[in-house]
């Protein structure tokens, strides 16, 4: 072993140590993970509710993108620097077609998201959870009428 000034060199040339020490400062930049999950609307008028529908919301959960129609496994995520965004791959199918693409999601300064895919961008505003609570009691209400419905006419 030798000693010089103050540093251990055993073995390890100069050329491996500062690839061993540039890991080392570089693995916890890749280790940020920047969660999208949520429900998102369309437009100002959307139905938080209605998920995947033209006039709607579209969600995020567990890397997963659920689209009009489509639904997209987000894989192999890349972090961008010195933003809140993260580039992906995605991997996609709806209305009987299976495609490949990346995009890139951002947090939005008001809460949102935005999404950019090649050429397109787009800002969603996050549903609120009263948005979506108040739709969930409405479509159990509905659900109980129906039934309430049915079995009136059964008797």
Not at 72 to 93: I, S
Not at 118 to 136: E, H, I, K, P
């Amino acid at each position: 072993m030798v000693f010089r000034k103050g540093l251990i060199m055993s073995g390890l040339s100069g050329a491996r140590l500062g690839l061993l020490f540039s890991i080392a400062l570089a693995a916890p930049l890749a280790a940020q993970d920047i969660s999208f999950d949520g429900v998102y609307r369309q437009g100002p008028a959307a139905a938080c509710a209605n998920i995947g529908q033209d006039g709607g919301s579209i969600e995020i959960k567990n890397n997963e993108f659920f689209g009009v129609e489509s639904m997209c496994r987000m894989t192999r995520p890349v972090n961008v620097v010195d933003m809140d965004a993260t580039l992906f791959d995605m991997k996609c199918q709806g209305e009987g077609t299976e495609w490949e693409a990346r995009a890139m999601f951002m947090k939005a300064a008001n809460g949102g998201l935005i999404m950019v895919w090649n050429g397109f961008a787009f800002q969603y505003d996050r549903c609120a959870a009263s948005d979506l609570a108040t739709v969930d009691s409405e479509t159990a209400g509905e659900a109980k009428a129906t039934e309430s419905d049915a079995s009136s006419e059964s008797e």
